[in-house]
């Protein structure tokens, strides 16, 4: 299976690839996640990449494609793998292709921007493990405590009202026309993300496998 879950800023694309990843075992590759990883450890990449998070800016393709490319050459992707916030410029999308036979499936979760800004500003990350919640609807336990780590929450720099806003502007600019890409090729899958992540994993996992219907 390799399978793309696309969206907009907020849509639950790191939800539901986390609980789809660990319902089939196969890698969740998150390039946000990989570039805040490289920026946490103050690697060159990391550097390069941080002003322009922080601004919600896309980060150059060449830097995203060199990252990406290395990743997919490593073990671990032979039964397939999960991509989350890639590709998501034309040139990603057409570089993709070219690597490891493409992807099969690009699931779309539609959110509309209001939704999208309620989620995105109640936010909280768990720095040490990735895990994500949401102060109204998914809280943490303890509030401020991660249930799967004890590290405490932290609400990603790029979730200010500011980054946000531009976030969603370069979303429908530079990332909103890779759709049209895989909908010509036959790929597309558009979902209905605003029902709970339970049911919007329950209905990927009945789709692509549907003996794995719970
Ligand atoms: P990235 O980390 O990929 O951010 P994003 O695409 O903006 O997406 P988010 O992580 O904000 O949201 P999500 O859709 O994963 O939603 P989540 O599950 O967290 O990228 C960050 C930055 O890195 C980019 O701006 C760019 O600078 C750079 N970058 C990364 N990849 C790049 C690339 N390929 N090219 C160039 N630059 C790149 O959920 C959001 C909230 O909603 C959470 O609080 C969650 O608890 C809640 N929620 C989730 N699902 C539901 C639901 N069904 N109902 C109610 N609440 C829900």
Redesign the pocket.
Known sequence: MRLV?F????????????ALTARWGIPHI???????AQVREGSELGRR?QD??????????D??LEM?RQRLGETGVGKGFIL??????LA?AQALDGMIGGVEVVID?E?PEH??VR??S????CPQCEA????D??PARTPGVCDRCGAQLVQ?A??TPE?VRN?LV??REQ?APVLAYYRERGLLRSLD????????VEDIAGALCPRDRQ
Request: hydrophobic share 40%; aromatic share 6%.
């Open positions: 879950i969206g907009p800023p907020g849509a639950g694309k790191g939800t539901i690839a986390g998150a390039t946000g996640d990989m570039l805040r990449a322009y998070m922080n601004a919600g800016e896309l980060v150059p393709d830097l995203i990406v989350d916030g890639f590709p998501r410029t990603q979760l959110v939704e999208l989620r995105l109640g936010r909280r990350v994500i919640y949401q102060v609807t998914m990603r790029d979730d980054a976030r370069v979303y990332t993300g605003t029902r709970g992540s339970a049911a919007v």
